[in-house]
């Protein structure tokens, strides 16, 4: 099976701008969850779709936002870029089911750089 | 409110020595329990998982990890390190669904 894919990998915005970041989760997962990833703060959790809901939901603001596709794929924006955005965004896949605590696949990340 | 906290964020062991990397969970009620490993410009990969099956856990790699019930914890251990294993590890808790807490990893360094 294709692992989970995230693309672009690499992203350069200026302050302001918005950002549209995608994840293809492996074959069958219908989790998807986004994390954001920085030295100083670690990994924080954002949220989790299940098809197509929004199950879970981190502490962020509301300029972070995210949406699952019938197919499961699943797009994150965020709007009104800020410096601190500056993050590598991983993306995890699951099977999902209800009462699960799956292992969770993770992308190779899309790195974000906001100048 | 949940969390996990991983005790010291380097670690260094020479190749061949005992690794033990600590982590420790704060709830009352045991949640599932993982080990992820991080390589430079990479994404996590699972090394283990506790599923409350069995309090030892062997992953790859030769890692292993054991469910301490009455010190809230969940240890790494690998008898012998090796320079391949140099890299970032997160202990992750799941207490609903697909709702993960992460601790905020430690860095292994492994000397020749």
């Known amino acids: 099976k294709a692992g989970v894919t995230q693309t672009p990998r690499y992203l350069i915005k200026t302050r302001g701008q918005q950002v549209t970041l995608s994840c293809s989760p492996i074959?069958?997962?219908?989790?998807v969850s986004w994390y954001q990833q920085t030295p100083g703060q670690g990994l924080q959790f954002l949220f989790e779709?299940?098809?197509?809901?929004?199950?879970n939901k981190g502490n962020f603001p509301g300029r972070f936002s995210g949406r699952q596709f019938s197919n499961s794929r699943s797009e994150m924006n965020v709007s009104t870029l800020e410096l601190g955005d500056s993050a590598l965004y991983l993306c995890?896949?699951?099977?999902?089911?209800?009462?699960?605590?799956?292992?969770?696949?993770f992308g190779p990340g899309t790195r974000l750089t906001v100048l | 409110a949940q969390s996990v906290t991983q005790l010291g964020s380097h670690v260094s062991v020479s190749e061949g020595a005992l690794v033990l990397l600590r982590c420790n969970y704060s709830?009352?009620?045991?949640?599932?329990l993982f080990w992820y490993v991080q390589y430079p410009n990479q994404g996590l990969q699972l090394l283990l998982k506790y599923t409350s099956a069995a309090t030892l856990v062997k992953g790859i790699n030769g890692f292993e990890a054991e469910f301490k019930k009455s010190e809230t914890s969940f240890h790494l251990t690998k008898p012998s390190a090796h320079m391949s294993d140099a890299a970032e590890y997160f202990c992750?808790?799941?207490?609903?669904?697909?709702?993960?807490?992460f601790g905020s990893g430690t860095k292994l360094n492994v000397k020749p």
């Open positions: 074959s069958g997962h219908r989790s």
């Open positions: 995890a896949s699951s099977p999902g089911g209800a009462g699960a605590h799956n292992e969770q696949f």
């Open positions: 992750a808790a799941s207490y609903n669904f697909n709702k993960f807490y």
């Open positions: 779709y299940f098809s197509e809901t929004q199950r």
């Open positions: 709830s009352s009620v045991p949640p599932y």
